[in-house]
């Protein structure tokens, strides 16, 4: 899964419920932050889904671009990793 709204639009809060209903039913869930989602890296939601085993990557360049801190809250990792994680999935969803 892929996000790169800001964590006050609807999209991001979409996704982290997407993300949290797959994890509900057993599914591996890889989400990256891309853009301004890097904004949302630390909220609780997300630090809580995280704790139930979703993989968080965030994007390192973004959060650099933002002033945001690199650290443990999240995998943060460049573009090539975006690439890895949509081929080896079996589905791929975008929330823009």
């Given amino acids: ?7 006050d639009q609807p999209g991001f809060k979409h996704g982290l419920g997407l993300a949290e209903s797959a994890l509900k039913e057993g599914v591996d869930v890889y989400l990256y932050c891309i853009d301004d ?9 997300l630090q809580s889904l995280a704790a139930q085993g979703l993989k968080l990557y965030a994007c390192a360049y973004a959060a650099q671009r933002r002033g ?3 650290n443990d809250k999240a995998t943060f990792a460049g573009l090539a990793v975006v690439g890895d994680l949509i ?3 079996d589905r791929f969803v975008s929330f823009n």
Avoid: D, K
């Fill in 1 to 7: 899964m892929l996000l790169s709204t800001r964590p």
């Fill in 37 to 45: 989602a890097v904004h949302g890296v630390e909220q609780p939601l």
């Fill in 68 to 70: 945001l801190p690199v």
């Fill in 87 to 89: 081929a080896a999935t």
